[in-house]
Structure formats: structure tokens, C-alpha cells
């Protein structure tokens, strides 16, 4: 064994994204406006509560949306995860085992794809991952509608 893996290709892609997901929601945070801090402890809460409510309730919607960017980020590595899983064309029972993915079938096998129904099979695995991310990006506006929905329009007046 060499290390290839699906939790290895796990470990990196958590590496690769959660830098990201922490500066958007760092900045998410910074931008809440600094008087619904002090009103929420002006009317008596705790450090905790004004963090909860005056915060978190702002910042909720940005900190999906950079959820949702690292996310994306992660859909669209191929070679990082190709370099690290394994590329063996097999269901695995552990997540110790190497495997593949679309992204590595296709990063892998296009160049020696000579045949039209193996360079026609390549393309199909392609339009499967494009629905596959079009179904996570729906999703994804559909979390960010049923988060930011309640919340009333801000004006910039």
C-alpha cells in the first residue's frame, strides 16, 4: 500500500476548501454592522446571545454562500483527487481502499480514448457529472432561498 485512498483524496480536498470557507465567512462576519452588536447588548443580552442573534441571524445567508463556493471548489478539482485516490476502477468497502472518480476516469483515459464508442462513453461520464453539478448548484439556491428568505430587504440608506 502506497496511501492512496478515498480518505486521503478526502483529506485533501478538506485541506483545499476549508481555507476558503473560513476567509468568506470571516469576512461575512466582519461586515455585520456594528450596531446590531451593540443593540442586541444594549437590550440586555449576553455575549453569547448578541453572537447568536445579532451575528449569526446577519451573517447566516453568507456563510452558506461560502459553504456552498467551497463546495464548488471541491466538485471542480480533478487532478488533486486523481493524484491521491487511487484510480482503481472498483467499488470499495473501506474508505482505506483507492477508487475513482468521474473527474479521474475522464483526466485519466481521454487521451487514449481512440475508439468512438470508449471516447462516446467519456463524454457521457462528462454529462453525468455536468447534472450532477447542475442538481448540487439547484440545491445549493435552494438553501440559500430558504435561509435568506425570512430575513427582511436591507437598504443601504
Given at each position: 500500500m502506497y496511501g492512496y485512498s478515498m480518505l486521503a483524496a478526502g483529506v485533501v480536498m478538506a485541506i483545499m476548501i476549508i481555507p476558503i470557507i473560513s476567509s468568506i465567512t470571516r469576512e461575512v462576519l466582519a461586515v455585520v454592522p456594528q450596531h446590531q452588536r451593540e443593540a442586541a447588548l444594549a437590550l440586555g443580552a449576553t455575549r453569547w446571545e448578541m453572537i447568536r442573534i445579532g451575528v449569526l441571524k446577519n451573517a447566516r445567508a453568507g456563510m452558506i454562500g461560502a459553504i456552498i463556493l467551497g463546495l464548488g471548489r471541491a466538485l471542480g478539482e480533478t487532478i488533486a483527487v486523481t493524484l491521491v485516490i487511487g484510480n482503481t476502477p472498483q467499488i470499495a468497502k473501506s474508505l482505506l481502499a483507492p477508487?475513482?472518480?468521474?473527474?479521474?476516469?475522464?483526466?485519466?483515459?481521454?487521451?487514449?480514448?481512440?475508439?468512438e464508442l470508449?471516447?462516446?462513453?467519456?463524454?457521457?461520464?462528462g454529462l453525468a457529472l455536468f447534472i450532477v453539478t447542475v442538481i448540487v448548484n439547484i440545491l445549493a439556491q435552494l438553501l440559500v432561498w430558504t435561509a435568506t428568505r425570512g430575513a427582511p430587504a436591507r437598504s443601504n440608506v
Open positions: 477508487g475513482y472518480t468521474m473527474a479521474s476516469v475522464i483526466a485519466n483515459e481521454f487521451n487514449e480514448a481512440t475508439d470508449y471516447r462516446s462513453a467519456l463524454i457521457e461520464i
